[in-house]
């Protein structure tokens, strides 16, 4: 493609004829990364074991703001089965807290009250043998999940007004659960931003700190749980976006293995990367949804794995090996970032594990082929409502689709030719006969607000890929990762590692975040007094 020769985009969209100047440098450079993928694409050795990470720093086990008081969602259900409480009481006070606090942190989009408690109360009558594995206890969902006859507008203008005429078949089986759905919360624009941003609505705010983002795209997720409004929401990740709020915000995130869960009746960005999964207060909180929702779906055929089964939950990790890939993942992380995740490390020793030093995969040539997947695949998805060049889409939004329009067939073609042998060289370089992988999950501390959205776009471009650093090339190799928090920087703000397995391996990720929790507070800390 010669520079002066701008195409026209999917559907018949043209893009901005200053486009191609903006994207050229970016299309060059990702295709030249695509010409060396061939041979640097194939598996390398399995290194051997190395000594165990070293590391001083020690955890801090202080007690903050409501910390063992709140409880995780396991513990919610624990109470609504034994009649200490109702589900009606319980939806009450979702409904109240996220009235009470929502105005300050914009983090709900609808609250759908009026369906709740009449299903609250229906939970409520039937005999407690009868009750599902909820058993009446609130949630909500980020804006693109369908719930037929209820909005679902994406967080964009392009699908305001937008009612649903089907129901996901998440929210069935969560429904079918008697988990109680108290409604709509907010995202960014079209699920495009790691940070939150929505240049249309007010931007959601961090529990901890309201001048900070919460992460996203899956904001209003990570407000509502971390703001106390419900004990679990539902996210969509497809580079991160169930990760980095949850790391942002102090909570527990799982971005399950690609087709793990069904995707019926959820917007969808990009075919090939997304994926649903819950933000809850724990590890045992988000295997319980899993096993929920896990499973084939006849209205999803991609869904290719087994329904998950909740693993032993013993915190006993003494034949569990744990890979820390020095360089890439590392490499950027702040002191703040390495302290904590240093005395991580040191806990899951404790627990029995044992931390083996591996290397860091070209990064560089994973980071490329998600590129050209996402970019092509959402700018696919996106043609129809982009006809119009002047429809309105953030620039911030429309930056990261555009690339997509000038990416040839071949580059997407080839991008996922080799994405079986790069995910073997991953788990070969990173992994090798280890159980899991644990990095960062945000290598820096939580940007604040300005910093994602004024001044330099080449700054804020910066702040953006320092926060996807580390999770966007995890959906590309369709690998499960779990997010954690293990730690507060000098501002109170949180810090969390993730977890990464293999694919279908979401117990032994559950099963060692679940341990390193059992032995720490951080994921039960609240930002609120009382």
Known sequence: MLDDDIPAGANGFHPDPDAWGRYGGLVHSTIDALARAETAA???????????????????????????????????????KSGSTTAEAEV???????????????????????????????????????????????????????????????????????????????????????????????????????????????????????????????????VAVAGGYVRMALGTDTGGSIRHPAAMSGITGLKPTSNRISRAGV???????????????????????????????????????????????????SRVRIAVPSGYYFDTATPAISSALDAAMEELKIAGATIVQTESPDMALVNAMAHIVLAVEASAQLGEAFRDPNCNVGRQVRDRLEPGLFYSATAYATALRLRPAIRSAWLSGAMADCDAVLIPAVPREVPTIAETTEGDPAEIGKVIGAVTHATRGINYLGLP?????????????????????????????????????????????????G
């Open 481 to 529: 990762s779990l997010a954690l928090p293990c730690g507060q920087d000098a501002s109170g703000l949180p810090i969390a590692f993730q977890l990464v397995g293999r694919a279908d391996d979401e117990a032994t990720l559950i099963r060692v975040g679940d341990a390193y929790q059992q032995a720490t507070d951080w994921h039960l800390r609240t930002p609120w007094k």
């Open 267 to 317: 917007w969808p960005l990009s075919w090939s990367l997304d994926c649903v999964g819950p933000l809850a207060r724990s590890a045992r909180d988000c295997a319980l949804i899993l096993d929920i929702v896990s499973g084939p779906d006849p209205r999803d055929t991609t869904v290719s794995a087994p329904r998950f089964r909740m693993p032993d939950l013993s915190g006993d990790l």
């Open 92 to 222: 009450e006070a979702a409904l109240a807290t996220a009235e009470a606090r929502d105005g300050s942190l914009f983090g709900v989009v609808a609250l759908e009250a009026e369906r709740a408690l009449l299903e609250a109360r229906a939970i409520d009558g039937k005999p407690a043998k009868e009750r599902g594995a909820l058993a009446g206890a609130p949630y909500a969902r980020k804006d693109l999940f369908f719930r037929k006859g209820f909005g679902a507008e994406c967080g964009a203008p392009l699908f305001a007004g937008q009612i649903a005429d089907e129901t996901a078949t998440i929210l069935e089986r969560l429904d079918g659960a008697d988990g109680v759905d108290i409604g709509r919360l907010a995202m960014a624009e079209l699920a495009m931003s790691p940070t939150g941003f929505n240049v249309h609505t007010k931007h959601p705010r961090n529990p901890w700190n309201s001048a900070h983002v919460t992460g996203g795209s899956s904001s209003g997720s990570a």
């Open 42 to 80: 194939s598996p390398t050795d399995v290194p051997q074991p190395a000594s165990s990470a070293s590391a001083t720093a020690q955890p801090s086990n202080g007690v903050g703001y409501g910390a063992r008081g709140w409880g995780d969602l396991c513990d919610q259900v624990a109470a609504l």
